[in-house]
């Protein structure tokens, strides 16, 4: 079960899906207010969020899972394994965080970004959003308005927009904080995966929840950003069938 960060849709998982689904059964899905999920009337919270999860997968008839995580979609699997930790096979999480404060506070280098993210024409947002996400150095080596172009399919939205839903995903992340709880987690498998030049979720973050988490790993990208799982789809998709594979007790060629 693969679960997106603030205001992608689980198309997003798309370079994941392609190198997982020979192997295991791979779902992903649009968070409330998404791509094609309804917003519905509840009061948008992570552990709401978090129940959607559980919903989706009883539906589907599956006991049990292996939970990938990106960003807020990392909060969201901590919630859902810390309420159900003997339905989780293993964690993912990617470019995340025990707290969402952690991401909701703004330094200035995020204020700097997020500025350039929405003010100026759209293509000028565009930009900003990339700049946002992606290295500066990777950048200069790739065609920025292509790139753009094949993100808004990706992601499910043009870069240039910020639906309202995000600001609500944004302040339920902010009240969210599974620090003092990480340690019911310890007997789950986890991967916790940080890029050096994140300036959403610093690698710091990422340690903090390797650390909490008892036996886990972390594994730090030093030439990737927030958006590691496109910039490093195949060094991380090798990543990730290592570590789903050994939580099943074999080897990925096996």
Known sequence: MCIQGVGVAGSGWTPQVAALAGRFRVITFDNRGVGRSAR???????????????????AQGIEACHLIGHSMGGLIALEAAL???HRVKSLSLLCTF???SAATQLSLRMAVLGLRSRIGTRAMRRQGML??????????????????GRLATVFGRDLADSPPIIAEQLRAMSSYDASNRLHQLSGIPTLVVSGRHDPIAVPASGRMLAAGIA??????????SHALPIQCAE???????EHLA??????PGQ
């Open 40 to 58: 519905g009337e509840h009061a948008l919270s992570i552990e709401f969020m978090a129940a959607d999860v559980w919903a989706i997968l009883d």
């Open 246 to 251: 050994a939580a099943e007790g074999d080897a």
């Open 83 to 85: 309420k159900a930790p």
């Open 131 to 148: 700049r946002m996400i992606f290295p500066a150095a990777w950048l200069r080596g790739v065609d920025r308005v292509a790139l753009a």
């Open 98 to 100: 025990p707290s969402g």
């Open 215 to 224: 036996g886990s790993r972390f594994v730090e990208f030093e030439d990737a």
């Open 235 to 241: 060094r991380l998709n090798g990543r990730l069938l």
